[in-house]
């Protein structure tokens, strides 16, 4: 396995096409999330760079999605979405099953963080996790992030109604 201390944000590149699908294509990945499609294709992955390459050139509202780099390969990634200025967005990550445990995934939310709050000037970022989800739940929490309240069968996943907490932190 790949030395995974270091680690860098960069934008999403039309040539990490396939290293996003097949790093993404994975159970453990989307059971836990609400917009990543599996199995996940290289053309999912396509469509997915079109739209996130076009959103960072024209620094659009609609996200800032960032790349988990490490070794100069895709390794997960970041993002703020619902970006609404100067008040708040909703933060989300993954990250692949090989450089999972190594404290990866909360170093690179809290580098999002950072540019959330000192960068786009948001007062307020949250994130919603599956009551299940206790790796992303500490993840949050030692970030600082608090939990505001449960809600109780909030979205539908795979047929079934699912519970999510909602955590947020303030500039």
């Known amino acids: 396995m790949r030395s995974a201390t270091k680690f860098l944000l960069r934008p999403f590149r039309k040539s ?3 290293i996003l699908a ?3 294509n994975d159970w453990s990945i989307y059971r836990y999330t609400m917009n990543i499609p599996y199995p996940y294709s290289v053309r999912d992955a396509r469509k997915f760079l079109r739209k996130v390459i076009a959103q960072y050139r024209q620094r659009s509202s609609m996200g800032l999605h960032l790349v988990i780099d490490i070794d100069d390969e895709l390794a997960g990634s970041v993002s703020l979405v619902k970006i609404e200025k100067g008040h708040k ?3 989300g990550y993954w990250l692949a099953k090989e450089y999972r445990g190594q404290g990866i995934v909360s170093r690179a939310v809290a580098e999002m963080v ?3 709050f000192n960068k786009l000037k948001l007062k307020k970022i949250y994130a919603y996790v599956f009551t299940n989800n206790t ?4 993840v949050l929490v030692k970030n600082g992030f608090k939990k505001e309240g449960l809600l109780i069968q909030h979205v539908k996943k795979n047929g079934k109604l699912k519970d999510e907490y909602i955590l947020a932190k303030y500039a």
């Open 16 to 18: 990490d096409d396939k």
């Open 22 to 24: 097949r790093r993404i």
């Open 89 to 91: 967005a909703e933060l």
């Open 114 to 116: 950072k540019i959330g």
């Open 135 to 138: 790796a992303s739940y500490r």
